[in-house]
Each structure stands twice: as structure tokens, then as C-alpha cells.
């Protein structure tokens, strides 16, 4: 049964623009969405994936879209501007996932990963922002990764792409704030979705790796299944972040990244400390 969107709806409702949103979670935040009465323009580079949705909700808008290619992102916030009237949440979520060691990844891999990860968002953020400040609100959310706090062996082309959407991300929110624009980094654990699957890309193997490859095989069919979210779940969890009156710079999502992540920052500020006195001797004179 197809949607009719009521015009009180319209009123109350929010206006998404979501990028890879044909599966994954990028997909479940489309539909939690729509369900919910909101208004979405939801993109994607196989826009059939979506034909379901489309036949269901008249207040979904498909666009099919490449986030490598800069006048198409600028295009398709447009075409939602003009279908929508104005944006309220912009979700940069296409990417994917390189594997490999940093010696097995080429330099074309890891360029095709900045590509997606890094400019795709920059693309579409730059695209959104002139809307959004022209409404004088709207909210940025950038689907990271615990990765971006964190990093683990044979994915550093992938934390490279995260870690600068990290720092990038954090810049955008102190220069767009003034202009009542909210940025948000949501950072995912491990969660059932095909992310590790087709969805990624992976280096030529070497076999000095193998071992490591094995031993991370082996931690992730250990790994409780009660640790792999639920994609419906993290939906859920993006609504209530997105209508938060203060939503957070930063929130992870899942149960992992709440058990890993604070250890990981304690190591770092126990480091810092116990080579606080060559911080200060390299920097050349003491005291004010």
C-alpha cells in the first residue's frame, strides 16, 4: 500500500537527504524515516535497490547518484531542495570498506577510498551548506565508524578515510555553528549488514599477512553475536538523534565501541603523561 503523505504531515515532518541508501544501514535510516512520516530524498548508484520503498511512499524522492562525482552531488541536493522546499537532515553515508595491510593496498585503492569516503562527503556537504544556512538550521550527520577513533591491523586505508572525515567533520561543526547548523559523527561498531562482504574492496594478500589475517579471522568468529547490532536498531537510534534539541559532535552506535574505545583513550593520555617531560624539552624554553 503506497503512502500518501497528509499536508499536516508535511508540516511536522523532517526532510532527509541520505546518500547510499540502496542497502545497509544507509537503507534501514531511509525507511525508519519514512515510516515515521518524514519526507526523504534517499540517493544511490543502483537506484532499483530502492523501487520497493518508491511504490510504497509518495514522500520518498530516488536519485540516482556517485558521490565521487562532485556537480552530481550538487545537482541531486538541488533536485531535493526543489522537490522538498528545504533540508533538514543531510546524512553523508556511502562508503565502504578497503582491507589490507598498508604495504598490500596500492596507491590507487587507497585513492579510490578517499574518493568515496572522504570527498564523496565533502562533496555533498558543500553542496547542503549554502541551503542550510539560507534556512538558518539543519543537521549534518556523518555516518564514521569506531574507526575513526580507533584502529585495528589490515584496514588502515579505511581509518585513513575515517580519521579525516573525523577532523574535517569537527572543523565543519565550530565554522557552521554560528549559522545554527548541528554536526553530528556517528560511530558504528560491528553491526549485521554486508559491509565485510561484497560491499568491500581488499588488497592483493602477501603472505607474510597471513598470519595476522588468520588471527582476525579467528577473533571475529569468537566475537558474541550479541556484539553484531541490529541495522532496524541503529535506525531507531538516528531518529531520537536527530530530534534531539543538543545532539552530540560524536555517538557511538552499538555495544562494542562503548567496551573498546574508553581503554584506547586512557592508554593514550598514560603515554602522553609519562612522556610529558619531552614534550615540554622539545619545546625549547621553560616556563611562561
Known amino acids: 500500500m503506497r503512502h500518501e503523505v497528509l499536508p499536516s504531515e ?8 541520505v546518500t547510499g541508501a540502496g542497502r545497509g544501514l544507509g537503507r534501514e535510516f531511509v525507511e525508519a524515516a519514512l515510516e515515521r512520516g518524514d519526507r526523504v530524498a534517499a540517493t ?11 511504490s510504497r511512499f509518495s514522500s520518498l524522492l530516488v536519485i540516482a547518484l556517485d558521490v565521487t562525482q562532485r ?10 531542495h526543489a522537490r522538498f522546499g528545504r533540508l533538514d537532515v543531510v546524512v553523508n553515508n556511502a562508503g565502504y570498506g578497503l582491507f589490507g595491510s598498508v604495504e598490500e593496498i596500492t596507491a590507487a585503492q587507497l585513492q579510490r577510498q578517499l574518493d568515496v569516503n572522504l570527498f564523496g562527503v565533502l562533496h555533498v556537504t558543500q553542496a547542503a551548506l549554502p541551503v542550510l544556512r539560507a534556512q538558518g538550521a539543519g543537521h549534518i550527520v556523518q555516518i564514521s565508524t569506531v574507526g575513526g577513533v580507533a584502529a585495528f591491523p589490515l584496514l ?13 567533520s569537527e572543523s565543519l561543526a565550530q565554522e557552521v555553528a554560528p549559522f545554527g547548523i548541528k554536526v553530528t559523527l556517528v560511530e558504528p561498531g ?10 568491500a574492496v581488499h588488497a592483493a594478500p602477501q ?3 597471513d598470519p595476522l589475517r588468520e588471527a582476525r579471522a579467528a577473533q571475529g568468529l569468537h566475537m558474541p553475536k550479541s556484539l553484531i547490532g541490529e ?19 560524536r555517538a557511538f552506535f552499538g555495544t562494542l565501541p562503548t567496551m573498546i574505545v574508553p581503554q584506547i583513550y ?23
Open 10 to 17: 508535511v508540516l511536522m515532518s523532517k526532510v532527509w537527504f
Open 44 to 54: 544511490a548508484r543502483d537506484t532499483a535497490a530502492l523501487a520497493d520503498l518508491a
Open 71 to 80: 556537480d552530481a552531488c550538487f545537482a541531486a541536493i538541488e533536485q531535493a
Open 156 to 168: 588502515g586505508g579505511y581509518h585513513a578515510s575515517k580519521w579525516a572525515l573525523e577532523g574535517l
Open 190 to 199: 560491528p553491526f549485521g549488514t554486508d559491509w565485510a562482504g561484497s560491499s
Open 207 to 209: 603472505p607474510q599477512y
Open 231 to 249: 541495522p532496524g536498531a541503529a535506525a531507531r537510534a538516528l531518529l531520537k538523534l536527530v530530534d534531539a534539541e543538543a545532539p552530540p559532535l
Open 266 to 288: 586512557k592508554d593514550r593520555l598514560a603515554t602522553w603523561e609519562a612522556w610529558k617531560s619531552l614534550a615540554i624539552e622539545a619545546n625549547g624554553h621553560q616556563g611562561g
